[in-house]
């Protein structure tokens, strides 16, 4: 089992609606949980972090997470078409500084106008 | 915010040249930077972890002989690929971590796309 796994999509949803991206992980233990997202050609960038069960609202995105069910979800609401872009989800163990970031492939968002 | 620089964006070169790519942290110390590789459509995966001060722990089936690491100061690390083939060409990524502020997001440089001829 992958440690992190994310639908690969594509994801197509038109401007203005809700796109629902999702992500298991398998490592019960895992603390920290992040989005990010990468425009082709380019380099992850933060777009939330979540440490806590439950929703974490931030303008258009919403993440949640769910421990016990080891799910994280992203939640972005009025999508635009400049939210076309892949969406990596990265877990991390523990809430040290060394400790690196495992990410799932990645889900394709495609926003239609 | 966290700035990471990355050095250079883009390199060709020839089979069996050495390249080495740095990473800086522009605004704060950084004890530790991650090095990643991602392949076209993949997801991005670690290579190896730098300590400053300290060896790098690489991550299963990666050489460490073929990519050295060295992270001498508290801002900067560099990824040197040794005797590259085309097969290392890929989009290497660095990522890193406040000091001390251990739960806090990694923050990425831009990448260096490296096509080896």
């Known amino acids: 089992q992958k440690e992190v796994e994310q639908n690969s999509g594509p994801l197509s949803v038109p401007e203005g609606a809700i796109a629902s991206l999702n992500c298991t992980y398998s490592?019960?233990?895992?603390?920290?949980f992040f989005w990010y997202r990468q425009y082709s050609g380019k380099s992850p960038e933060l777009i939330m972090s979540i440490y806590s069960n439950g929703d974490k609202e931030d303008g258009r995105f919403t993440a949640q997470l769910n421990k016990a069910s080891q799910y994280v979800s992203l939640l972005i609401r009025d999508s635009q078409p400049s939210d076309s872009a892949t969406y990596l989800c990265?877990?991390?163990?523990?809430?040290?500084?060394?400790?690196?970031?495992?990410f799932g492939k990645g889900t394709t968002l495609s926003v239609s106008s | 915010g966290a700035v990471v620089s990355q050095h250079p964006s883009r390199v060709i070169c020839k089979s069996g040249t050495s390249v080495k790519i740095e990473c800086r942290s522009l605004d704060f110390q950084a004890t530790t930077m991650f090095w990643y590789r991602q392949f076209p459509k993949q997801s991005l995966m670690l290579m190896a972890t730098s300590n400053e001060g300290s060896k790098a722990t690489y991550e299963q089936g990666v050489e460490k002989d073929k990519f050295l690491i060295n992270h001498a100061s508290l801002t900067l690390s560099t990824l040197t690929v040794t005797s590259a083939h085309p097969e290392d060409s890929s989009f290497y990524i660095c990522?890193?971590?406040?000091?001390?502020?251990?739960?806090?997001?990694?923050?990425f440089g831009d990448g260096t796309r490296l096509s080896i001829l």
């Open positions: 990265a877990v991390k163990r523990n809430g040290q500084a060394g400790t690196a970031l495992i």
């Open positions: 490592d019960r233990v895992s603390q920290s």
């Open positions: 990522s890193a971590v406040d000091r001390g502020r251990g739960n806090q997001p990694q923050h």
